[in-house]
T-cell receptor, first 115, second 113 residues
Framework: NAGVTQTPKFQVLKTGQSMTLQCAQD?????MYWYRQDPGMGLRLIYY???????DKGEVPNGYNVSRLNKREFSLRLESAAPSQTSVYFC??????????????FGSGTQLSVL | GENVEQHPSTLSVQEGDSAVIKCTYS??????FPWYKQELGKGPQLIID?????GEKKDQRIAVTLNKTAKHFSLHITETQPEDSAVYFC????????????FGQGTELSVKP
């Protein structure tokens, strides 16, 4: 099983450029999440989607937008990239959603550098 | 909102020794405490979790203990092996974020052969 698949794995952008990070899961999970990982700061939630058709802000949503395209796919868009958005981005999914007591399944990450 | 503090940030042990990583949380309503392991170049994976109605849970060489009064929980790895080398994250739910998990800062564990 593929699980959670993220594309691309690596990306370099110039300040002001836009891009979309793609995420797809094949486990029929209801909930999907986007996290960023920075040294010394752990994993911080950017946006999440508890179910198809809904999205909500997490801890650090500024500068990002998301789209839950269908049950499988959840994309993260940077409209005008800034150096502060240099990070490793992880997509995750969970089976039911609506509760914190669920196992999260993570993708392998996208390493993004904004110059 | 929930704040999760994790210590130490780095930990180096000899193969066969034990390793302990500690986390404290601020939200007394938190009732679920997972630990995730992240190997190099991969996403985090759940390795063990504990709910607030128990004080300890074991799974082979790993265990988690919870002290609700003091609001801290710990990961214990015994008989460490080189393949235990990874970054470990604790987490706790934030009820200001709709119950979503707040992660600690991470501990980089290095097991030397």
């Amino acid at each position: 099983n593929a699980g959670v698949t993220q594309t691309p794995k690596f990306q370099v952008l110039k300040t002001g450029q836009s891009m979309t990070l793609q995420c797809a899961q094949d486990m029929n999970h209801n909930s999907m999440y986007w996290y960023r990982q920075d040294p010394g700061m752990g994993l911080r939630l950017i946006y999440y989607s508890a179910s198809e058709g809904t999205t909500d802000k997490g801890e650090v949503p500024n500068g990002y937008n998301v789209s839950r395209l269908n049950k499988r796919e959840f994309s993260l868009r940077l409209e005008s990239a800034a150096p502060s958005q240099t990070s490793v981005y992880f997509c995750a999914s969970s089976e039911v959603g609506g509760t914190s007591r669920e196992k999260l399944f993570f993708g392998s990450g996208t390493q993004l550098s904004v110059l | 909102g929930e704040n999760v503090e994790q210590h130490p940030s780095t930990l180096s042990v000899q193969e066969g020794d034990s390793a302990v990583i500690k986390c404290t949380y601020s939200d007394s309503a938190s009732n679920y405490f997972p630990w995730y392991k992240q190997e190099l170049g991969k996403g985090p994976q759940l390795i063990i979790d504990i709910r607030s109605n128990v004080g300890e849970k074991k799974d082979q060489r790993i265990a988690v203990t919870l002290n609700k009064t003091a609001k801290h929980f710990s990961l214990h790895i015994t008989e460490t092996q080189p393949e235990d080398s990874a970054v470990y994250f604790c987490a706790a739910p934030s009820y200001n974020q709709g119950g979503k998990l707040i992660f600690g800062q991470g501990t980089e564990l290095s097991v030397k052969p």
